[in-house]
């Protein structure tokens, strides 16, 4: 049997979030980050992106999904609290749902009919 990943600290916590991760925020024993999206089909595809991350990471979220949002929420059970694992998880999971394509990949056009997570501006290098 394994041990559990050790607890970080509120404050480690807090620290890590404000410096790398500024739209997650400490709740309890979890971190989480609530993505507005333009509706129903970009909720899906931003939470099949968050599954497929998981699944790959074997750390898995509790997600909420809702027309406009998805909320994802990460604590590492077996330890009952948030760890590494938790925030290294959070910032592939925003790398790649906030992701906005470089030129020349024109990306979805500017409309709210097409939008995927709304009020994103992360590109890529």
Same mark, same amino acid.
Request: charged share 25%.
């Given at each position: 049997?394994?041990t559990p990943?050790?607890?970080l ?6 620290r890590?979030l ?6 997650w925020?400490?709740d309890?024993?979890?971190? #989480?980050?609530?993505?507005?999206t333009g ?12 599954a ?9 979220p /509790?997600?909420?999904?809702s027309?406009d949002?998805?909320?994802?929420r ?11 694992r938790?925030l290294l998880?959070a910032? #592939? ?13 024109e ?5 709210p ?8 501006? /992360?590109?890529?290098g």
């Amino acid at each position: 049997m394994r041990t559990p990943p050790p607890l970080l600290s509120e404050a480690e916590i807090d620290r890590r979030l404000a410096d790398m991760l500024p739209r997650w925020r400490r709740d309890g024993a979890a971190v #989480e980050r609530t993505f507005r999206t333009g509706g129903w089909k970009a909720t899906m595809l931003a939470a099949g992106a968050v599954a497929h991350l998981a699944e790959a990471a074997w750390h898995h979220p /509790t997600m909420t999904l809702s027309w406009d949002r998805l909320t994802v929420r990460l604590d590492t059970h077996e330890s009952g609290g948030v760890t590494e694992r938790d925030l290294l998880l959070a910032a #592939e999971i925003e790398r790649v749902v906030a992701w906005r394509p470089p030129h020349p990949l024109e990306g979805t056009p500017d409309d709210p009919r097409f939008a995927h997570v709304v009020g994103e501006t /992360t590109q890529a290098g």
